[in-house]
């Protein structure tokens, strides 16, 4: 009995000096704050715990979103062992005696086993196909928690075993209630605008808000303390100075997904013409530790594909930059990303070049591929001239205009257009050129001097 006592007491003594966010951890799936378009009243997620008929999930979101906490309270909903596995540490002999005990568990006892893997995407492949078997025959309901976008870090097959379930950021609303609680939970008390303040720069990570707060409130404390008259029953009063005290820079969370996503919205700024959102999302890649070759070269492409003619300059511009980030380095060659990306971002935009290679390599693939014709052959080279290569080739520097109309196309694709200029920046007076080469053709095709 008295065993028992003092491992009660550990225990308490335990909790009582873990952190905030695990000690407010709810022990029901009303107290989850957030997430209600999966736990709010009659939502699925909800329904299967309450049913006790979960099967094997993936619980996908950023940090501090509640999924260890909902893997918990589906263990406390669940008649099933739960055993909790981290996959930094585990190793396939890990996985294969949870599988064996749970085996052994469910045949001699009818008891089904609950694994919760943590950071499930640190599992390679072949621990994750260690656990095919089980979740496959249902020896095994695996909950699996990560932080990266299953369909790049799950294998296929486990994950089509499995259910996905994203947890979103919380809301500042969801945020407000839970620094509301752990304030209440540490006999303290806060102005509305350190409350704001905290919440605001949490990134929806509940559990970064509350660490936050009980190194705000550890602030107060101590400076309370040294007041004459402390009284140290006396609620402990966190103001806005002791948030900001509080608060550090963060390193931005940036995994595989995030790579592709901000890559994207960095794209898609400047090709919308919006340079101070493009200034934006670089800051945030470099902010990151973003490759910045990489940056540069989606800029390169970028100024071929969506820029084009319509500012020839821009490539130059992007080159260069590229250039220079091998030339200069960090930190320096950040400046020569931005200029690149304010040049192309208020640069006028054509794709017409991007287009027309796209036509152009439809038809190399859907038509036949035609003869060179003979005028455009080489005629270099001995005996070329008695094969007729480069006969009736018009010189176009014998004209005066430097250019003169001539089939340069096999006959199959002799009509075809490709390249359609608009009539923005530059291009719009390659438009006018062409038009007026155009107009020239047909005239001497009706006989006209």
Not at 101 to 112: K, N, Q, V
Not at 367 to 382: I, K, S
Request: hydrophobic share 40%; with cysteine; aromatic share 6%.
């Amino acid at each position: 009995m008295s065993g028992d006592l003092f491992a009660y007491a550990a225990k308490a003594r335990l909790e009582a000096r873990s952190p905030l966010a695990n000690r407010l951890r709810p022990a029901s799936l009303d107290g989850i704050v957030g997430q209600q378009h999966l736990l709010g009243p009659g939502r699925p997620l909800r329904r299967l715990v309450e049913a006790d008929r979960l099967s094997s999930v993936i619980l996908w979101g950023p940090p501090g979103t509640g999924k260890t906490t909902l893997a918990r309270l589906v263990a406390s909903a669940s008649v099933k062992e739960f055993i909790q596995l981290s996959a930094v540490t585990a190793t396939v002999k890990d996985v294969r005696a949870c599988i064996a005990d749970a085996e052994e568990r469910l045949g001699a006892h009818g008891r089904g086993t609950i694994l919760f893997l943590d950071e499930v995407h640190r599992f390679n492949k072949a621990q994750q196909d260690a656990l095919l078997p089980a979740v496959e025959t249902g020896v095994l309901v695996l909950i699996g928690a990560t932080t990266e976008n299953p369909f790049f870090e799950v294998n296929a097959p486990l994950r089509s075993r499995s259910t996905l379930f994203r947890l979103e950021p919380l809301t500042d609303v969801d945020l407000d209630v839970l620094l509301r609680r752990g304030l209440a939970a540490e006999r303290a008390v806060a102005d509305d605008d350190a409350i704001e303040y905290l919440g605001g720069r949490a990134g929806g990570d509940g559990r970064q808000a509350l660490t936050t707060l009980e190194v705000a409130i550890a602030l107060a404390a101590a400076e309370a303390a040294e007041q004459p008259g402390h009284d140290p029953e006396a609620a402990i009063a966190v103001h806005l100075s002791h948030a900001e005290a509080a608060t550090d820079l963060k390193s931005l969370r940036y995994g595989r997904d995030e790579h592709y996503d901000i890559i994207s919205a960095f794209i898609k700024s400047i090709r919308g013409s919006d340079p101070d959102a493009g200034l934006y999302w670089l800051a945030r890649m470099l902010t990151a530790g973003e490759d910045p070759r990489f940056i540069a070269r989606r800029l390169v492409i970028l100024a071929s594909e969506d820029v084009g003619m319509a500012d020839p300059l821009s490539l130059l511009v992007a080159t260069a930059a590229a250039q220079a980030v091998d030339f200069v380095g960090l930190p320096e060659a950040q400046l020569n990303l931005a200029q690149a990306v304010v040049h192309l971002a208020t640069a006028p935009k054509s794709n017409a070049a991007f287009l027309g290679l796209n036509e152009a390599l439809a038809d190399v693939q859907n038509l036949p591929a035609g003869e060179v014709p003979m005028h455009l052959r080489d005629g270099h080279y001995q005996g070329a001239a008695a094969l007729g290569h480069g006969k009736g080739y018009d010189y176009p520097h014998d004209h005066p205009a430097g250019w003169t109309p001539q089939d340069y196309r096999p006959t199959d694709v002799q009509q075809r257009r490709y390249y359609r200029p608009s009539e923005r920046g530059f291009e719009a007076q390659v438009r006018t050129a062409m038009n007026e080469r155009s107009m020239n053709e047909r005239r001497r095709g009706d006989g006209a001097p």
